[in-house]
């Protein structure tokens, strides 16, 4: 699979994951899905972090769809290439918290898709940098 497509699949699933967010921060009740799963509608510290997880979702996308030399954001040549690799290490970081809810849904759902992001994204950092990258 080119990095293009490891690139656009990554990041139209984390759209989806961005949108379940958002669907949370509104008060959807599919908490059970996220957060540890305590709360069918979340609380609003909770709210909140879905928010700030949304934000964080479309920096690290800006940043793979950079490192595969789709887009032209940063200013240095280095954030791309970098900010691939946390992007990885934070989906990393995200495969056993998701592995360990106690939340059977957020645990079946969440840990694949998180698990199927990191591979993504590992690719796309480990791809050398192509001629429209700046990275």
Same mark, same amino acid.
């Given at each position: 699979? +080119?990095?293009?497509?490891?690139?656009?699949i990554?990041?139209?699933?984390? /759209?989806?994951?961005?949108?379940?967010? @958002?669907?949370?921060? =509104?008060?959807?009740?599919?908490? *059970?899905?996220? &957060?540890?799963?305590? *709360?069918?509608k =979340?609380?609003?510290?909770?709210?909140?972090? +879905? =928010?700030? $997880?949304?934000a964080?979702? $479309?920096?690290?996308?800006?940043?793979?769809?950079?490192?595969?030399?789709l887009?032209?954001?940063?200013?240095?040549?280095a954030?791309? /290439?970098?900010? $691939? &690799?946390?992007?990885?290490?934070?989906?990393?970081?995200?495969?056993?918290?998701? $592995?360990? /809810?106690? +939340?059977?849904?957020?645990?079946?759902?969440?840990?694949? @898709?998180?698990?199927?992001?990191?591979?993504?994204?590992l690719?796309?950092? @480990?791809?050398?940098? +192509?001629?429209? /990258?700046?990275?």
């Amino acid at each position: 699979m +080119s990095t293009d497509t490891c690139a656009i699949i990554f990041c139209v699933l984390l /759209s989806g994951l961005a949108i379940f967010q @958002l669907a949370l921060a =509104l008060g959807a009740p599919l908490g *059970h899905f996220a &957060w540890g799963g305590a *709360h069918a509608k =979340l609380p609003a510290n909770l709210r909140i972090g +879905s =928010l700030v $997880a949304i934000a964080i979702y $479309a920096l690290i996308a800006l940043t793979i769809l950079e490192r595969a030399g789709l887009t032209r954001v940063f200013p240095d040549a280095a954030i791309p /290439s970098i900010g $691939a &690799w946390v992007a990885v290490a934070y989906l990393a970081l995200g495969i056993p918290m998701n $592995a360990i /809810s106690r +939340s059977k849904p957020e645990r079946f759902t969440m840990t694949p @898709l998180v698990t199927l992001l990191f591979g993504l994204a590992l690719a796309v950092a @480990l791809s050398p940098a +192509s001629p429209t /990258s700046t990275g």
